[in-house]
């Protein structure tokens, strides 16, 4: 096994461990990490559509509809109507769901508080020095592989 690969898989098995120790944080708030991610964006910026959500969150439109369909039937959050666009709606927090998602960010803010919180100054700006060159990464990654391929003509 190369260096890379062996650090790919830590990397992977750490990603599922955080993964789990934050649904695990955020369960006992009442929330998933699904529902967590569009309360906390919606409190940075309400009024988004749920094409504007799925974007900013990595998801389909239809993951998105089922997941605010699931939030307004818990009264966290409510659909208004665009007025320029009678099929679209904007989404927007209710009180309920304002204090929910701010118990789901005293959650992962607790979780970041036991973790990356107790890490020396020093490593933790080396450690998000190697994940902005990681991400980096991938995105040249992705965007080589989206690129148009030349056919080579004989």
């Keep these: 096994m190369t260096d890379a690969s062996r650090v790919w898989f830590r990397f992977v098995r750490l990603e599922t461990r ?9 369960k006992a708030v009442g929330l998933s990490i699904a529902q967590c991610d569009v309360l906390t964006t919606l409190t940075e910026r309400e009024g988004l559509s749920q094409q504007d959500l799925a974007e900013r969150l990595y998801v389909t439109k239809g993951n998105i509809s089922g997941l605010i369909d699931r939030l307004a039937a818990a009264g966290l959050v409510e659909r208004r109507t665009i007025a320029s666009d009678r099929r679209s709606h904007a989404i927007f927090l209710t009180p309920a769901g304002r204090i929910a998602a701010q118990k789901g960010i005293e959650a992962q803010q607790g979780f970041v ?11 933790l700006a080396e450690f998000e020095r190697l994940l902005i060159s990681s991400r980096d990464l991938v995105r040249a990654s992705e965007a080589s592989q989206s690129a148009p391929r030349k056919i080579k003509r004989a």
């Design 18 to 26: 955080i993964r789990l120790a934050v649904t695990n944080r955020l």
């Design 113 to 123: 508080d036991d973790t990356l919180g107790r890490m020396p100054p020093a490593e």
